[in-house]
């Protein structure tokens, strides 16, 4: 279960990675002001951002879009960075469906601090505290399958 979980994160964080080490190659600014506004850039191999630009870098709110990942919230030179909201997705019978979602406080492309965690897949909710992409402490746990 695990395993899977580390699978899907390892792809969007190397989809992101591909996107913003190539930023200058392969990118198409698609709409807007994509060095110093709002604008859209499209990777041809990797995603799409749109979002806010600062210096030619994803700064401030934006929604990147993988081929199995969506983050939204803000973004610091090219990295998540405050509130946001990281989605990984599966293909089920050739559809994306949600596989987890961490929600909450992200520092330099890392969960640091408080984190809501939706497994949809075990129907799990847990609160967690990360530090540097660390789980530290589960402080509460929900299993939303219990049937009454």
Known sequence: MMEKRLKYLMTFYLSLLIFTCSYSQKLTCKSGNCYDGYGEIVHVESGTYVGEFEKGKMSGLGTYIGKLSMFRGEFKNNDFHGLGSLIIYEEFKGHPMPRIEFSGHWKNGEKHGMIKVDD???????????????????????????KK
Do not use: H, T
Not at 128 to 134: H, I, Q, S, W
């Open 120 to 146: 949809y897949l075990n129907e799990v909710e847990k609160w967690c505290v990360y530090m540097n992409d660390e789980l530290k402490e589960v402080l509460y746990e929900f299993d939303r399958s219990v």
